[in-house]
């Protein structure tokens, strides 16, 4: 970086800035969004590209700069839109722009593939502000591809997503690349996807603020699928306020995905709970069987503590609750047989470049240089080719049976009611996979950090469409603990 108004700026109030703070120095006048962008590039070359090498970021949007600067100009003659105005978005690399971006999940098939038009949560960030500044890596196939040791944040198109809290540590998959470039602030705010625990893993890794939201909450249409039953983007910020800015930006009815004309939420009461965080008569449950039990001693102090804090501050701590079909026998099913035919659908409607337009060719693309293609191979999805890809077999119905019943009804619903509870406990992602079936909605938030570094989060879980207390709870627990601290990059 040459400029020395940049330089002064990173050097003094800028390090890990949150959006109310640079809204205001930017009507204040001491930065435009355009330097912002470019405070950002300069960070990507040196942290992700250089130096410590984070390999969080895929690709940058050459319209970057021209998109700060119309909003820059718009700010000066009209005044901002709302909190995203001018702010730089990453996005995970399965998420469809109408610009010269690519959207591959991580995957050399697709390496060539641009979107006709923006997913309908990318309109409407644009709508509200939003600069979006490219794309970041993830785990390939949105870690849907190999059960063959394949490691969290690795693609054949990107390569290994580092954490940068320490190369050592995981960095969680499978929004690697979002959750990695924002603990290293190389943006603002990014959006990563989830299918189960590929929000909450990467932001408790990176010690960020994950919000996994209900199925049905941000449109689904244009993310390079898994599962339409459990597939749905979220925000991965520093703080909890920052996530909810973007998560009431993204949200809205899609005519072209029926899921969000289910949605009884507003953007309003998204925003106004933020205002209203307590722990004061919150009831909340600690999921401590089959979850606690992966962490070791360390780390299970770590949360001991947070859920002291949590009593301390007024909630009301019901201990070692009990999710009724947390021991029943659940499989992958339903992810197995959905894959095929959602993917299919979505190449069908690929640009012409592409070199696959069925699962099928996806994986005799890969065969075709394994070296390259297929480091780690490719079990999932020959798997998932094996079925139909008509959702008529006899094995997805019952597991679809299977998991609608038991993560909600049997599961997470039975554990709230039980106990009368707001909300259940679990640490980092452990807990993920019950209510993802569901399709509920978790949010983690840094809860601390081991002796040696690594982050630890804390999450929080409801039922349907229970963002507004979920917000409560966690802004609460977020301003008590104030547990959240910047990487060094000691690598």
């Known amino acids: 970086m040459v400029n020395p108004k940049l330089i002064k700026i990173e050097e003094t109030w800028f390090p890990y800035a949150a959006i109310d703070e640079i809204q205001q120095k930017m009507e204040e006048g001491e930065i435009t969004s355009k330097e912002l962008v470019l405070i950002y590039l300069d960070r990507i070359a040196r942290l992700d590209q250089a130096g410590p090498t984070l390999n969080s970021v895929l690709e940058v949007n050459p319209d970057a700069l021209h998109i700060a600067e119309a909003m820059?100009?718009?700010?000066?003659?009209?005044?901002?839109?709302?909190?995203?105005?001018?702010?730089?978005?990453?996005?995970?690399?399965?998420?469809?722009?109408?610009?010269?971006?690519?959207?591959?999940?991580?995957?050399?098939?697709l390496k060539d593939s641009i979107a006709q038009k923006d997913l309908y949560l990318v309109t409407k960030l644009r709508e509200a502000g939003a600069v979006i500044l490219g794309k970041t890596n993830m785990?390939?196939?949105a870690y849907f591809m190999s059960t063959e040791n394949m490691p969290s944040g690795y693609s054949s198109r990107g390569g290994q997503v580092q954490n940068p809290y320490g190369s050592s540590f995981d960095i969680g998959g499978s929004s690697s690349g979002s959750g990695a470039a924002i603990a290293a602030q190389l943006a603002t705010v990014a959006i990563g996807t989830e299918t189960s625990g590929s929000i909450l893993?990467?932001?408790?890794?990176?010690?960020?603020?994950?919000?996994?939201?209900?199925?049905?909450?941000?449109?689904?249409?244009?993310?390079?699928?898994?599962?339409?039953?459990?597939?749905?983007?979220?925000?991965?910020?520093?703080?909890?306020?920052?996530?909810?800015?973007?998560l009431a930006a993204m949200m809205g009815e899609d005519p072209?995905?029926?899921?969000?004309?289910?949605?009884?939420?507003?953007q309003d009461q998204l925003l106004s709970a933020l205002?209203?965080?307590?722990?004061?008569?919150?009831?909340?449950?600690?999921?401590?069987?089959?979850?606690?039990?992966h962490l070791n001693e360390e780390k299970k102090e770590i949360m001991n503590r947070a859920i002291e804090q949590l009593k301390g501050a007024g909630a009301s701590i019901v201990d070692d609750v009990v999710i009724p079909s947390a021991k029943e026998k659940w499989s992958i099913d339903v992810l197995v047989y959905e894959f095929k035919a959602n993917l299919n659908a979505y190449l069908a409607n690929v640009s012409a470049q592409v070199p696959v337009r069925t699962?099928?060719?996806?994986?005799?693309?890969?065969?075709?240089?394994?070296?390259?293609?297929?480091?780690?191979?490719?079990?999932?999805?020959?798997?998932?080719?094996?079925?139909?890809?008509?959702?008529?077999?006899?094995?997805?119905?019952?597991?679809?049976?299977?998991?609608?019943?038991?993560?909600?009804i049997n599961g997470i619903d039975a554990?709230?009611?039980?106990?009368?509870?707001?909300?259940?406990?679990?640490?980092?992602?452990?807990?993920?996979?019950?209510?993802?079936?569901?399709?509920?909605?978790?949010?983690?938030?840094?809860?601390?950090?081991?002796?040696?570094?690594?982050?630890?989060?804390?999450?929080?879980?409801?039922?349907?469409?229970?963002?507004?207390?979920?917000i409560q709870i966690a802004a609460a627990f977020e301003e008590l603990t104030k547990a959240r601290l910047n990487p060094t990059f000691e690598f």
Not at 217 to 242: C, F, N, Y
Request: without cysteine; proline residues 6%; negative net charge.
């Open 201 to 246: 893993s990467p932001s408790s890794q990176n010690s960020l603020v994950g919000i996994k939201p209900t199925v049905g909450l941000i449109s689904r249409s244009g993310v390079i699928p898994i599962s339409h039953t459990q597939d749905t983007a979220g925000p991965m910020t520093r703080t909890v306020r920052e996530a909810v800015y973007v």
């Open 256 to 266: 072209t995905d029926p899921a969000t004309l289910k949605n009884p939420l507003t």
């Open 275 to 293: 205002d209203k965080s307590s722990l004061d008569q919150v009831k909340i449950g600690i999921a401590r069987e089959g979850f606690f039990d």
């Open 415 to 470: 554990a709230l009611e039980k106990d009368q509870l707001d909300v259940l406990v679990f640490p980092n992602n452990y807990g993920a996979a019950i209510p993802a079936k569901a399709g509920y909605p978790s949010i983690t938030v840094p809860a601390g950090y081991t002796a040696e570094g690594e982050p630890v989060g804390i999450t929080f879980t409801g039922t349907a469409f229970s963002e507004e207390k979920l």
């Open 139 to 141: 785990s390939e196939w």
């Open 72 to 109: 820059d100009f718009e700010r000066a003659k009209q005044g901002k839109r709302g909190p995203l105005h001018g702010i730089p978005v990453l996005l995970k690399d399965n998420i469809d722009t109408a610009d010269k971006l690519h959207t591959s999940a991580g995957s050399l098939a």
């Open 359 to 408: 699962l099928t060719d996806v994986i005799r693309f890969n065969q075709e240089d394994s070296e390259q293609r297929l480091r780690y191979g490719q079990s999932l999805l020959t798997k998932s080719d094996k079925t139909k890809g008509t959702l008529t077999e006899k094995e997805y119905l019952d597991a679809l049976q299977f998991d609608q019943y038991h993560s909600s």
